[in-house]
């Protein structure tokens, strides 16, 4: 009975100390991210560096989705969004011709976006 508990209260700290670490890695994504970016060019591991700029690219990608997803005008769903670096590139199609520049503006305005390649592309009405 003794074995039984002893067991239990094991597997207990096993359990809180996995949902510990996934839960510090999940409250400060952005973070890492800036810092990974950062740090990126100085790692000394090739397969920890290409890791973290991964970690980084897609967390710079995700600001700028969040970014476009605040401002309603804009259809956020047919614009997709490449960034390598702090380099952003904006690809898709927009329903009208002022769009195009506000998504870039947007994009810009993100902190650690270097710079914005835009290619978006009016959408057409179907039938033409």
């Not at 508990?5 to 096993?14: T, Y």
């Not at 510090?24 to 890791?51: F, L, Y």
């Not at 927009?94 to 976006?113: F, N, P, R």
Request: aromatic share 2%; hydrophobic share 50%; charged share 15%.
């Amino acid at each position: 009975m003794k074995m039984i508990e002893g067991i239990r209260a094991a597997l207990g700290v096993v359990i809180l100390t996995a949902s510990l670490g996934a839960w510090a890695q999940a409250s400060a994504p952005a973070a890492t991210a800036a810092s990974a970016m950062a740090a990126a060019p100085a790692a000394v591991s090739g397969a920890t560096s290409k890791k973290t700029i991964r970690q980084a690219n897609r967390a710079l990608r995700r600001k700028v989705y969040a970014a476009l997803a605040k401002h309603k005008e804009i259809d956020a769903g047919s614009i997709s969004v490449i960034a390598k670096g702090g380099a952003v590139t904006l690809n898709g199609t927009v329903a009208e011709a002022s769009q195009i520049t506000t998504a870039g503006e947007i994009a810009k305005g993100v902190s650690g976006v270097t710079s914005v390649t835009n290619k978006l592309t009016l959408q057409r009405p179907l039938g033409q």
